[in-house]
């Protein structure tokens, strides 16, 4: 049974492939097709083996997930021929490794911020900053990160795992972060690519396929990126904010993580020194101090009335 395009019999590998496959024309790669009408989008699948220097035949195999002991030179041979970045090649590495489901997932472990992440995000300060699960569940934020990223949520509501702000579902189906973001095209393919490398980590976690194919069902926009296969490792990015108190300002979204990456993420925001963004942001880290913030969001109410 397919479940919305996330886990599948074939697995994620056989699914990578073939959509890659298909977004690699023939005049990409310099092949001559003299005018003949092609039936399949994309290369056919003997001539990326033929790019990748192995046999048709076992490479359909491949693709068609019936062989899961390709070699790493073999993945780098594929990777070269489909023109993978790098972030792309790893990616297929990893699904290589996934291990054939069949026995029973075991119930997921929930997600927490260790003392040393709550000590970082305290000591950031100004900074806006957010604590993100595997799931782009908000764990955490400073005041300065509620304020730039959800200051229309209730700043207490990562505390309640019930209540916990989803980033993925913010972007696809809040209006307020929708505005936000002047690319948000950008912004959601992004957070696409970053699941899809998620889901590719930990596939049997139902939690997070539960998370997929609600975004599949209930956005089309969704539906069309994750089909893409795209992955992104969002680790930095730059992104114009139209934020509804300081105005318009760019920031750069930093990602850090441990370094096994299994682990919840810290996302922190900054701007060039000196630019009227980080004035910006400055102004931002005034305005979400306790006495401020009340103040600052009963004019920006009286404003949009």
Request: proline letters at 6%; aromatic letters at 2%.
């Given at each position: 049974m397919r479940i919305l395009g996330f886990m599948n019999e074939q697995g994620h590998l056989a699914d990578f492939l073939q959509a890659r496959r298909s977004q690699l024309r023939p005049e990409d790669i310099g092949l001559a097709t003299y005018g003949e009408r092609r039936r399949v989008p994309g290369l056919r699948r003997e001539e990326l083996a033929m790019l990748a220097g192995v046999?048709?035949?076992?490479?359909?195999?491949?693709?068609?997930?019936?062989?899961?002991?390709?070699?790493?030179?073999?993945?780098?041979?594929?990777?070269?021929?489909?023109?993978?970045?790098?972030?792309?090649?790893?990616?297929?590495?990893?699904?290589?490794?996934?291990p054939r489901r069949g026995s029973r997932a075991g119930r997921?472990?929930?997600?927490?911020?260790?003392?040393?992440?709550?000590?970082l995000l305290a000591a950031i300060g100004g900074a806006p900053a957010v604590v993100i699960g595997r799931r782009t569940d908000v764990l955490a934020w400073n005041r300065p990160g509620h304020g730039l990223f959800a200051g229309h949520l209730d700043p207490e509501s990562p505390t309640s795992p019930a209540r916990r702000p989803n980033m993925a579902r913010l972007v696809f189906f809040d209006e307020h972060t929708r505005e936000l973001y002047a690319d948000w095209p950008a912004k959601a393919r992004a957070v696409v690519g970053n699941l899809r490398l998620t889901a590719g980590r930990y596939p049997d976690d139902p939690l997070l396929a539960g998370l997929i194919g609600e975004l599949t069902v209930r956005s089309a926009e969704f539906a069309t990126m994750w089909a893409d296969h795209r992955v992104l490792a969002c680790d930095v990015a730059d992104y114009e904010m139209r934020h509804p108190l300081v105005g318009t300002l760019t920031v750069t979204q930093q990602t850090l993580q441990n370094p096994q990456g299994n682990g919840p993420a810290l996302v922190v925001a900054t701007a060039a020194p000196c630019s009227p963004s980080a004035e910006a942001l400055a102004l931002l880290a005034h305005v979400t101090?306790?006495?401020?913030?009340?103040?600052?969001?009963?004019?920006?109410?009286?404003?949009s009335v």
């Open positions: 046999s048709a035949p076992y490479y359909a195999r491949l693709e068609q997930g019936q062989s899961r002991n390709a070699s790493r030179e073999v993945l780098d041979a594929i990777a070269n021929a489909l023109r993978l970045d790098d972030s792309e090649r790893a990616h297929l590495h990893t699904l290589a490794r996934t997921p472990r929930a997600e927490h911020v260790t003392p040393a992440t709550a000590a101090t306790p006495q401020e913030a009340a103040e600052a969001n009963r004019s920006a109410g009286t404003r």
